[in-house]
């Protein structure tokens, strides 16, 4: 056994061992889940304003790129006009030309910049190669998603992904899951879902009769507050940590005895 798994099955904790037996579909979340959207942002605007500070615009740009990380948490970190919003609000900055430039240096700046949490891309060809189907669901918007799934080898390594657009409310409900579960054509105790969000990753799966495994290394604690309904099957700290709960058909009952000791 390799020594990452080794210590992820000490770690992991697993509340509901035997649920996980069915799952052969796994959804993930991306935004704090796969990609440390936080650290990302702060990146890629710190980059930008780096570039029309060499353009000619009058910042402090370390300084400036953490105010406007912080308008950004505000206003929609996700929002495509955040930088010139930010360059007006904030700065009273009115040269159209580089409103306009901002916006485009932080779409071509994004996908170089995005951090994907340590062992990602292993642990989603190992869980590949163990047999399971693997989609993103994600509240993201297409547009923000295409930025950040391109350049980190995500790519290809989901079978379908789901975005905002593609039902009425996100994941405040239950149905990009329900929809992903047609797609796939499977059935709830098939599916387990991995996010940072208790209710809208992990509460709402296991309401209608799925899996939901809380991302702990994702979740902010403003999430304290939150009311979740239903537990978690299990939790997290550490994507790798999957390997652990999902050992595959051939090796699941031997690797849930360990984590259950
Ligand atoms: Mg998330």
Same mark, same amino acid.
């Given at each position: 056994m390799p020594a990452t798994a080794r210590t992820t099955t000490q770690s992991a904790k697993l509340?509901?061992?035997?649920? @996980?037996?069915?799952?052969?579909v796994i959804a993930f979340d991306v935004?704090?889940? @796969?990609?440390d959207i936080l650290q990302t942002k702060r990146d890629t605007f710190a980059a930008t304003l780096e570039t029309l500070a060499d353009r000619?615009?009058? =910042?402090?740009p370390e300084a400036q790129a953490r105010e406007l990380y912080a308008f950004a948490l505000e206003e &929609? =970190?996700?929002?495509?006009d955040v930088v010139p919003r930010f360059l007006v609000e904030? @700065? &009273?900055?009115?040269?159209e030309r580089m409103l306009a430039d901002g916006r485009r240096t932080m779409e071509r700046l994004e996908p170089g910049m995005v951090q994907l949490y340590e062992g990602v891309i292993s642990t989603l060809d190992q869980l590949r190669s163990r047999g399971y189907q693997l989609c993103a669901v994600t509240d993201a918007p297409r547009e923000a998603v295409r930025r950040r799934l391109?350049?980190?080898?995500?790519? &290809? %390594?989901?079978?379908r992904v789901i975005v905002?657009?593609?039902?009425?409310?996100g994941k405040a409900d239950t149905r990009p899951f329900e929809m992903l579960l047609e797609a796939v054509d499977a %059935?709830?105790?098939?599916l387990v879902a991995i996010g940072d969000?208790?209710? %809208?990753?992990v509460s709402n799966v296991v309401a209608m009769g799925g899996h939901g495994v809380l991302a702990e290394h994702g979740t %902010?604690?403003?999430?304290?507050d939150v009311a979740a309904e239903h537990e978690p099957t299990a939790a997290i700290d &550490?994507?790798?940590e999957l390997l652990a709960l999902l050992p595959g058909c051939d090796q699941r009952s031997s690797a849930l005895a360990s984590l259950t000791r």
């Open positions: 509340n509901q061992p035997s649920t @996980l037996d069915d799952v052969e935004d704090n889940t @796969l990609v000619g615009l009058a =910042i402090d &929609g =970190i996700d929002d495509p904030e @700065l &009273g900055v009115d040269d391109p350049p980190n080898g995500l790519t &290809g %390594r989901f079978d905002r657009e593609d039902t009425p409310r %059935r709830p105790e098939q969000h208790p209710v %809208r990753d %902010r604690s403003s999430y304290n &550490g994507v790798e």
